[in-house]
């Protein structure tokens, strides 16, 4: 797949994400426009189903509505507000470190920039892009499985780590489409171009793919 190939696909994947309920994350943002809350939320959501997530995000919210909240509130008490997320109890311990990070290092005002973002604890390149492009909706690249596996799948990048197609995805992908490709890509992921056993007989891009190491 080439470049200029990616306007009707990115059409196609548009219609089909809209289709589907909206990602926890980006419902965070429309309903609180809260960048403290999306980027707890965006940390808790990392292995873990987004039913889950927003159940743990009504129960937390309900209690941590900002940083001295966050700081405030006792970690085991932390620990049975986020339960079951995908390693609640680490994910706890670097929740609490977090408002003294952001104090110390930021004013304690949440960053705008990836680079700023992922020196605070619990937040790596994926959780920071996302964070970037729907707390502050500024073009950002957010690269998981689901990413990295479609995008060298599709043929468009030749990558072997997320952090390669990260890079090479902000060389060649335009930037209109930078904040919606994660949202677009991850639902087409989990639901058609699964990495084990993808339905390519109901892909609706089938045409337009290379199926790079495809196994049906």
């Not at 080439?2 to 990115?10: G, H, K, W, Y």
């Not at 991850?186 to 495809?214: E, K």
């Amino acid at each position: 797949m080439n470049i200029e190939a990616l306007t009707p696909v990115m059409r196609i994947l548009k219609r089909e994400y809209e289709k589907k309920r909206t990602p926890i994350v980006e419902l965070i943002q429309a309903r609180t426009k809260d960048p403290f809350q999306v980027l707890v939320a965006t940390i808790l959501s990392a292995r873990t189903l987004d039913r889950t997530t927003a159940a743990a995000c009504r129960k937390l919210f309900g209690v941590v509505r900002n940083l001295e909240d966050l700081r405030r509130v006792p970690r085991l008490r932390l620990e049975r507000l986020i339960y079951p997320v995908g390693f609640y109890r680490t994910k706890a311990k670097l929740l609490k470190k977090l408002p003294g990070a952001v104090a110390a290092q930021f004013g304690g005002v949440i960053p705008n920039i990836v680079e700023d973002l992922i020196r605070l604890p619990g937040v790596g390149r994926k959780t920071a892009n996302l964070v970037v492009a729907v707390a502050f909706n500024k073009p950002a690249i957010c690269v998981d499985v689901h990413v990295h596996r479609i995008s060298n799948r599709w043929g468009l990048i030749r990558t072997r780590t997320p952090l390669q197609t990260e890079l090479v995805l902000r060389r060649r992908l335009p930037v209109k489409y930078w904040q919606v490709f994660n949202a677009y890509l991850v639902s087409f992921g989990q639901s058609v171009c699964r990495g084990v056993r993808p339905h390519c007989g109901a892909c609706p891009i089938y045409a337009q793919c290379d199926q790079v190491g495809c196994i049906g």
